[in-house]
């Protein structure tokens, strides 16, 4: 996973199992995709879990950089399509990302939080800008 320094200090909480484009890897195709669950898994889901998962993985901008570029957060709606509460902590959650356009530093991205038995339970589309 992208840990500090490069990534945020809370991105220490969880295990990453990408099975897409890893950041800095200079691909054409900009998604991200794989397994995230806490290290120390809640009692139970709540809404901020579920945003905190969502907001863990990096932006799908950096798999198409080969060196490091800090970017930061200019939309974040977020939309809760379950209830958490029916979410196994123990479980890992399934994220896919995918950027759907980029202009002038703006790059227009969606995330989505799937659970293992194949429900869309959080949906957040995101946009970024690049900081010179």
């Given at each position: 996973p992208v840990e500090?320094?490069?990534g945020p200090d809370?991105?220490?909480?969880f295990?990453?199992?990408s099975t897409g484009v890893l950041p800095f890897s200079g691909s054409k195709e900009l998604t991200c995709e794989g397994f995230i669950r806490a290290k120390k898994p809640p009692a139970k889901f709540t809404?901020?879990?579920l945003i905190?998962?969502?907001?863990?993985?990096?932006?799908?901008?950096?798999?198409g950089e080969e060196t490091v570029r800090p970017m930061g957060t200019v939309a974040f709606?977020?939309?809760v399509l379950a209830d958490p509460a029916t979410l196994n902590p123990?479980?890992?959650l399934r994220y896919r990302a995918r950027a759907y356009a980029a202009h002038d530093g703006f790059i227009s991205e969606v995330r989505e939080l799937w659970s293992l038995d194949g429900r869309l339970v959080a949906f957040n589309p995101q946009t970024f800008v690049y900081i010179k």
């Open positions: 500090p320094p490069l809370f991105a220490r909480a295990e990453y199992r809404i901020p879990d905190a998962y969502t907001d863990a993985w990096w932006p799908t901008a950096l798999g709606p977020f939309q123990e479980e890992p």
